[in-house]
């Protein structure tokens, strides 16, 4: 037994004295519509990073402005010229398609703070892609779970017209049991609903699945609130989130929405993490900022047993998840995508604000749909 | 004050001095980002041809520059994926050489730009400007809803095509091709100003009237000037599609006619080398400011802003001291 | 499909189109009276809405929220004339696409300096809230009819102001003939900045309207500026008659095409192939109807000058 701790600490010295300097690549949204997300990743990682007193890790910040040939660039920019070992950041589906596969197959490790494609989660699988967010599809199927036991046999459902939106949809209808009343793919931007209001209220549905991300959650939960349709809602966090529940107001208390965090997750980590991040930045944190800070800290678990020049090692170390996560259980399923527990929140108000309480579990330990395709 | 040809000298010197040093120095992102300005230099050379020689402005030139790159992104797709293309009544392979995908964007940008030309011309003036933007929404929302090819998601492809005898994945190898495609589209594009098609559709801009008793008909020579410059816009959208090594909607979007538009009139409207000068400004300004702050948008908006209103004639104008070039 | 559903979502095309022509009445008289391309009117639009959701956020009062989006928005578009546009009047069209399409730039990211990166909350006063019954058993939302009744209003009143006052006849006279009106005396770059702040103020107005059933937030002009781009150019540039009828059916082409349109696929596709093809089409519907348009009338339906 002694043996093995001195080995161990041995180890565990011979790392620290190896990797002087470990370069980590942010590239995230920080200018322009959808910069609001890209800062919460970025805050909640800085947070993890500079609470962990390490000295060593050197992170380099780009904004992509949203673009997908800027954020290639940057990580062009990245590996080559600055030679990260391990990218992050890329908040967008369609961002990090552009980025994630040429940057894996160069050797660099990516961890996804917030997109899951569903290409990089079945035959796109890749040894150095880790995702410590979701699947795109998982929330969307804990909001079809949730509607079976709330007694939903009727859906409305709608999302726009573009390939997450599609996965949205389809992860709904994969574990919702009843009918669909309609199914509508809106414009991508479209900021009036008004159309689609008038049919969901002709459709005799019993409820409304939605997942308009953005802005475009923002009007539409405004203009339901004021159409006087009363069917129960279910969508997805992304909508409900810290940073635009102000913006919706009362229109969106009483929503029931699925998320794997929630600032009331009953863990030490998480209680540290919320009391923190307010201290720091003087707001709530949301659901990006604690991807932000658990993708920090998977990185800062690994790097204590592997140095990322050892990629074997340090690859293992990542799979093992042996870090402190925000929302409790963590862990990876074959596919380097995360096995957890999804939650269903009620949107409330605290005071003034308006935030999230968590009212059951939708779905226990999920993995995703892809993971069989996997072969790495 | 410096004569127009000793800064395009200049230019052109820079264009090779830069990337060559970057490569000595190891800065592999120096020779990513002239790549970047000198295919943007290409896109904006080819919309100068419509917009300087021919006076059309068009305000959707982003349709051909993504039409170049869905060319790539689909050809080089099938090839990666070892499918081939259905095209109803035939099928054809992928392929992931160059010259073939070059040759296939510029004959499908040149078919697109005939017809939207020949619809888009029946119009002049600010309708013109507005109705090739509209023909580069329809092509932008379609790409969003083209789920074959990843919607808004758009397509990556993994390694970048092949040259004959080059190795295209060596920064500075790319690079060369790129510079030398501009500097051949540079050369044609002086030929063509100074040929007879050149000086008719000179002729077509500034007085139509007197260009139509002559016997010449100005809508077949602006058409005729459109789809050279669609050709060569496309071309160019394949080349930015092979930096990338991914095509997206984006690609198709209204912000991106603007960007091409808006190196010319940075670097001076019908002035040869105006849209280099502009590309390579933009591109600089855009890396350095973005260093400095988060808001670098607003400094690029006052600067682009002072150039307008000081700079008569772009920055060509300016240095050369022949300011109001254009008309 | 119902009557009833029918009739509602020509309402909802209605309404759309209202607003838009608030955005576009402001545009095509610029452009008429002073020949500008204004690429920044949607930055016009996005003041009105923060200024509105700042001073009701402050006040509670949305009458005081929406005065106050008039003013910031009216005097945003006076300063912007007297520091940047009036240089442009003389300079071609290029000059000024470039030059409005920085201070998009300018606008957007300093709106993101002052009031953050999270959008703003702005929400529909209570005395308007929830939907009413309208004869036929209709259930809509009272806002919505308050913002075509709003917008109608704006109408009249802009075309009582160009039609019956003297400052009417002089923006009139000033689309004719610049040199001669000045040759009479009116002081004309007092009267070009008045026109420029009055499309701004019609702008800032309607994303103030707008702004309480939507998100408040940077970039939200720009998608309506393009719709009130092809608006004006279908009604034909420079007629506030023209930028009416435009707005009206970009409204109803838009609303419509995303309904029916899947609608039609589902005659001879399969059940969601259709819903994909007939919303790829829908979405590009306004574009279609705008070059058709533009084919069969190149100036625009009211359009005189080519």
Known sequence: MKKILATTAALAMAASAGMAEVKVGLITTLSGGGAGLGIDVRDGFMLAINQSGRTDVEVVIEDDQRKPDIAVQLSDKMIQSEKVDVLTGIIWSNLAMAVVPAAVNQDVIYLSPNAGPSALAGKGCHKNYYNVAWQNDNLHEAAGAYANSAGYKNSFILAPNYPAGKDALTGYKRFFEGELAGELYTKLGQTDYAAELAQIRASGADSVFFFLPGGMGISFLKQYADSGIDLPVVGPAFSFDQGILQAVGGAALGVVNTSQWNKDIDNPTNAAFVESFQAEYGRLPSLYASQGFDTANLLLSALETASPDDGDAFRAALSAANFNSTRGDFSFGPNNHPVQTIYAREVIKEGDVFTNKIIGVALENHSDAYAAECKM | ?327 | MSTVLIIEQVLNGLQFGVMLFLMAAGLTLIFGVMGLINLAHGSFYMIGAFVAAAVAAATGSFLLALIAALIAAAAAGAIVEMVVIRRLYATDHLDQVLATFALILVFSEGTRWIFGSFPLFLDIPGYLSGPVTLPGGIQYPLYRLTLIGAGLAVGLGLWALIERTRVGIQIRAGENDREMIAALGVDISKLYTLVFALGAALAGLSGALVGAIQSVQVGMGEPVLILAFVVIVIGGIGSIKGAFVGALLVGLTDTLGGIFLPQLFKLFMEQSAATNAGSAVASMSIYILMSIVLIWKPTGLFGARP
């Open chain 2, 1 to 327: 004050m410096i004569q127009e040809r000793y800064l395009n000298a200049l230019v052109l010197f820079g264009l090779i001095a830069v990337p060559l040093y970057a490569m000595a120095t190891e800065e592999l992102f120096t020779i990513t980002l002239a790549t970047r300005a000198v295919i943007l230099a290409l896109a904006a050379v080819g919309l100068n041809l419509a917009l300087g020689l021919g006076g059309l402005v068009s305000f959707g030139h982003a349709t051909f520059f993504g039409i170049g790159g869905y060319t790539m992104g689909v050809l080089a797709y099938h090839a990666q994926t070892y499918t081939a293309l259905d095209l109803g009544l035939f099928t054809i392979e992928g392929t992931k050489s160059m010259p073939i995908i070059w040759l296939v964007a510029i004959i499908l940008s040149s078919l697109v730009a005939v017809v939207i030309g020949m619809l888009s011309l029946r119009t002049s003036g600010v309708y013109f400007i507005m109705i090739t933007l509209a023909f580069g929404q329809m092509f932008f929302f379609f790409t969003i809803s083209w789920a074959a090819y990843g919607g808004e998601d758009g397509l990556s492809i993994y390694v970048r095509n092949g040259f004959p005898g080059l190795n295209t994945l060596v920064p500075i190898q790319f690079y060369g091709i790129c510079f030398v495609i501009l500097c051949a589209v540079l050369f044609l594009n002086a030929r063509l100003a100074k040929s007879p098609f050149g000086l008719a559709l000179n002729a077509a801009r500034q007085t139509p009237m007197r260009t139509q008793t002559v016997g010449l008909d100005p809508t077949r020579l602006k058409l005729v000037a459109f789809v050279i410059s669609g050709a060569i816009t496309g071309l160019a959208g394949a080349l930015f599609a092979d930096l990338n090594r991914f095509v997206s909607p984006t690609m198709f979007s209204w912000q991106f006619s603007g960007e091409i538009m808006l190196f010319i009139i940075l670097g001076g409207v019908g002035r040869l080398f105006g849209p280099v000068i502009g590309a390579v400004i933009f591109v600089t300004l855009e890396h350095f400011l973005g260093e400095i702050t988060d808001f670098w948008h607003i400094y690029l908006g006052v600067i682009l802003v002072i150039i307008v209103l000081f700079a008569r004639g772009g920055i060509v104008g300016l240095l050369s001291g022949r300011g109001g070039g254009h008309d």
